[in-house]
């Protein structure tokens, strides 16, 4: 496992490549491990090549989670968990789940007794519920990027990029939806979990376990953050994904959006049953991971069932004509 390192400082180019495009969704270990990027002189995968890999390393690292952990503590132990104060278990590449009673009623739908999805852009929910802010707070999830130098736990030199990247990322979402984010500036140099003053907290992490996480609309406010890991910053030069495309994925979660992955459509990658459709199935999703047999690429660009999905939740954005015939009604 690649941990406190750079991945250019310690990988070959094409398991960079692989690595950096991976951690995303897949357990850094399993891919530094492989036997597939043992040469440097290999020449790159095409990304064809690599999305079959990460497939195949997807569906691996599913099974053998599942076949060493026998009881919920073996998989416990199995299970990332953010190093720090209020650090959150990490499952299904980028999901946070906060708590150990969280965690165990994770196990014993999808580990245990693995879960079985039903046909139906998906939203989280909680018995039946929809996981989504309220319409007081919605147009005001207000937010800090920490502007302390990197070596006191902030951006440091790349605060201006993660300001540019969140603002590109926020208005993707808000000229589709009755939503609104704001930077509160203000806060950025007092920008931790204890804040109240903001909705969430923007923070660099450096643990290599993804590129970046964040928490669904009904956690406390001290678990309520964006955590941007150091390798989002090293995406290798010329190619589709990036930050900003991370930070769209990642601010879907912020809006109840779950992995569109977990869908049975998918035929892979299947996460849980705490979601209902709001649209039909959609592969190119900005909430589907390309590895999971999603057909979209990794510039990770909201669809127009992502538009029409997110508009069916909050209601459209000024401007925005929604299709209301594609909103699929609650059970």
Same mark, same amino acid.
């Given at each position: 496992?690649v941990v406190g390192l750079s991945f250019s400082s ?147 030199? !790349? ?61 406390? !406010? ?92 909050y209601g459209p954005a000024p ?13």
């Amino acid at each position: 496992m690649v941990v406190g390192l750079s991945f250019s400082s310690v990988l070959p180019q094409r398991a960079r490549w692989l690595l950096t495009a991976t951690v995303l969704g897949l357990a850094v270990s399993v891919i530094a491990s492989s036997d597939a990027l043992a040469q440097d002189s290999t020449p790159p995968f095409s990304p064809d090549q690599g999305k079959l890999f990460l497939r195949s390393a997807a569906e691996k690292a599913r099974v053998k989670q599942k076949e060493a952990a026998k009881t919920f503590e073996e998989f416990k132990k199995s299970v990332t968990k953010e190093p720090f104060q209020n650090g959150k278990y990490i499952v299904n590449g980028d999901t946070p789940i906060s708590t150990d009673k969280g965690l165990e009623e994770f196990y014993k739908q999808n580990i245990e007794v693995p879960g079985h999805a039903t046909t139906e852009f998906a939203v989280m929910t909680i018995l039946g519920v929809d996981v989504i802010w309220k319409s007081v707070d919605k147009k005001a999830l207000t937010y800090c990027v920490n502007n302390a130098a990197a070596d006191s736990g902030g951006f440091g030199n !790349r605060y201006n990029t993660v300001v540019s990247a969140m603002a590109d990322a926020t208005r993707a979402w808000e000229a589709v939806a009755d939503i609104k984010y704001v930077h509160v500036n203000a806060e950025d140099s007092n920008c931790t979990p204890a804040n109240s003053n903001v909705k969430f907290d923007v923070r660099p992490v450096n643990l290599n376990q993804y590129l970046a996480r964040a928490f669904f609309p009904n956690e406390d !406010r001290v678990t309520s953050n964006v955590l941007i890991d150091n390798s989002a910053f090293e995406l290798p030069a010329g190619g589709k994904l990036s930050l900003t495309g991370i930070l769209r994925h990642e601010l879907g979660h912020t809006l109840g959006a779950r992995h569109e992955q977990t869908r049975p459509e998918s035929g892979t990658c299947f996460e849980d049953n705490d979601w209902r459709g709001v649209t039909d199935y959609d592969a190119f999703s900005v909430m589907h991971y390309p590895q999971c047999n999603g057909k979209g690429d990794w510039s990770l660009v909201l669809t127009a069932q992502d538009k029409n999905g997110i508009a069916c939740l909050y209601g459209p954005a000024p401007g925005f004509t929604i299709d209301t015939t594609i909103c699929k009604p609650k059970q």
